[in-house]
């Protein structure tokens, strides 16, 4: 008695059925939203990888900056603690100190705040470079899938307005054809989504 191939197996091999039996159109779309997907989870990866870096930097640098008596201190061994962000606002507002300090007149407390918001502003568009395109990928994506599904569809009627046998049994394989691409929308839109928003809420 022969035991019945695993159930993902089979519906991997089906899928690659479909796509192989998919017209040229189909085809195209699905090279798209692959390559879509593959551009949006290297951003998401990279994206990972710099928040982790930059969490695990500015937890050391805060606990230097604690331990710390002067702000020369700091200042010393701040280099060592980047990519941290709140290297680079401690960066600012130290310059800006560092500014006023040469001259005669008394500290300006709000000059130097405006200094680390501008790095903290910075700082953040930083972080968001490429982030529209995952909201980009997110948004497109169903509906170059989409596309797809309906040229997928007109194809499959039009072969049938050629054959003139209007069966469920002849439509059903240029159908199933064409979903395919409304499932790989799908698939490259959803992390792209939740990364994108993910990211913006940090």
Known sequence: ??????????????????????????KIVLLILVALSVFSWAIILRKLSAMKRARAQSGRFLRAFR?????????????????????????????????????????????????????????????????????????????????????????AFAGLGTEGAATLRAVAPGISEALITTAAGLVAAIPAVVAYNQFTQQ
């Open 1 to 26: 008695m022969t035991s019945a191939p695993p159930l993902g197996s089979f519906v991997g091999g089906e899928i690659v059925n479909l796509v192989a039996q998919s017209g040229w159109v189909a």
């Open 67 to 155: 331990k710390a008596h002067r702000l020369q201190d700091v200042a010393a061994v701040a280099e060592q603690f980047k990519p941290s962000p709140l290297v680079a606002v401690f960066e600012a507002g130290y310059e800006e100190y560092r500014r006023q300090s040469s001259g005669y007149s008394p500290l300006n407390i709000v000059a130097i705040q405006r200094a680390m918001q501008i790095a903290s502003s910075e700082e953040i568009t930083r972080f968001e470079q490429r982030l529209p395109w995952l909201a980009t990928i997110g948004a497109t994506s169903p509906f170059i899938g989409l596309f797809g599904t309906v040229w997928g569809i007109i194809d």
